[in-house]
């Protein structure tokens, strides 16, 4: 079974229809995968704020995201390390 695997139905969005703009494509996910995703980005959103708080003083947003970022391609490089 693949997680990523998804599948796209088209919804209807008003009746009667006249062309397939009355039609929206709704992604239908595994649950497994919806639930893994949620418990990732928590962690993400955790890590990404503490790490904010302490880069952020008295700093600008650019340079918080580029120290965010710096740290977490630094991280990638070690050996055995990931995401």
């Known amino acids: ?40 980005m928590r962690q993400i959103k955790d890590l990404l704020f503490t790490i904010t708080v302490c880069v952020s003083s008295n700093r600008s947003t650019d340079d918080a995201i580029t120290t965010t970022l710096h740290l977490a391609l630094t991280h990638l490089d070690n050996k055995n390390s990931y995401v």
């Open 1 to 40: 079974m693949c997680l990523k695997t998804t599948t796209i139905i088209p919804v209807l969005k008003k009746s009667p229809v006249s062309c397939l703009n009355d039609y929206r494509p709704v992604a239908l996910t595994p649950i497994i995968m919806k639930c893994f995703e949620r418990l990732l």
